[in-house]
């Protein structure tokens, strides 16, 4: 069963950390570059990190620096580490594949509220 399981979200103030893991099952999970999106109210979706199979890393301009995101192919894992969050951090994490093939596909994702 097709299954992205994240977690770890929650209310931090700002400057505060956080540590978002996203469980898969049902993909071979080692084979995909995987990625972690986020949507904030009323705007749409948007990239901001993302690891190939292989461990090669890119990010979106707005978390270069504080945020890094990592994966364990024995646990089917990958992993976002959030540091010096900002208000407008806020917003639903969700991770996925990172493959246009994807791209219609939204699991529930963890929430993350970073408050002033």
């Known amino acids: 069963q097709l299954q992205f399981m994240e977690s770890g979200g929650g209310l931090v103030q700002a400057g505060g950390s956080l540590r978002l893991s996203c469980v898969t099952a049902g993909i071979s999970f080692s084979l995909y570059d995987m990625a972690w999106y986020r949507q904030a109210p009323g705007k749409q979706p948007e990239l901001v990190a993302a690891v190939s199979e292989g461990g090669n890393t890119n990010y979106a301009d707005s978390v270069k620096g504080r945020f890094t995101i990592s994966r364990d192919n024995s646990k089917d894992t990958v992993y976002l580490q959030m540091n010096n969050l900002k208000v407008e951090d806020t917003a639903v994490y969700s991770c996925?594949?990172?493959?246009?093939?994807?791209?219609?596909?939204w699991g529930r994702g963890t929430q993350v509220t970073v408050s002033s």
């Open positions: 996925k594949p990172n493959s246009p093939s994807w791209k219609n596909y």
